[in-house]
Structures are given as C-alpha cells and as structure tokens.
C-alpha cells in the first residue's frame, strides 16, 4: 500500500514555472512506476508524464514535451514534476500516481491545483 500526497501547486503567470512534488508513504516505492496526470474542468483525466521505477525511463505527453521533467529521488521516497514555460492551457487539478507498470496506475494522491493566468 502507498499513500501520495502532492505539493507546490498555486497559480502563476504564463511562462513562469512551479516544481510539483509528490511524497509517498512505506517502503515500496523505488518498486512503482510513477507518473503525473492532470485534469481541467469539463475535460478528462489525461496522462502528463511518467517514469519507471528507477527513473531510466520517461516518456512525456505531446502537450508538455520539451517543458516538463519528471523525476524521481527513491532515497526520499518523493516524485518531482517540473514545469516550465507554463500556459494557461496547463491550468489543472495534478495528481500522481504509482503502480507495478507504467500502463496501470493504482495509487492516487488527491491533487494539487495549478492555474496559470494570461
């Protein structure tokens, strides 16, 4: 069992950035994959970015490529997403989330809000 719990959201101006992370709970999450999802209003829940359990690998939704990191510290137990040259079009409710593969997540935090102004 892992319990999630995501900080650093707020509000920002386009092109600023904000770091997200996320601290989980127990002992077994260098074992998950990990990922970022966000979801606006009126629109479904949508896959940001996500990484293996060791971190070699990440793969990155077309929207964020290029402006997003994902990254993990397994030592702290915490999964960080920085995001950079912000549009108001990232404005969303972020969640993390974990699981065995990086196809099925089964651990969800309960989000944290990011508004990006114009």
């Known amino acids: 069992q892992v319990q999630l719990v995501e900080s650093g959201g707020g509000l920002v101006q386009a092109g600023g950035s904000l770091r997200l992370s996320c601290a989980a709970s127990?002992?077994?999450?260098?074992?998950?994959?990990m990922a970022w999802f966000r979801q606006a209003p009126g629109k479904q829940r949508a896959l940001v970015a996500r990484?293996?359990?060791?971190?070699?690998?990440?793969d990155y939704a077309d929207s964020v490529q290029g402006r997003f990191t994902i990254s993990r510290d397994n030592a702290k137990n915490t999964l960080f997403l920085q995001m950079s040259s912000l549009k108001p079009d990232d404005t969303a409710v972020y969640y993390c989330?974990?699981?065995?593969?990086?196809?099925?997540?089964?651990?969800w935090g309960q989000g944290t809000q990011v508004t990006v102004s114009s």
């Open positions: 127990g002992r077994t999450f260098s074992t998950y994959s």
């Open positions: 989330a974990g699981g065995s593969n990086w196809n099925l997540f089964t651990y």
């Open positions: 990484i293996t359990s060791g971190g070699g690998s990440t």
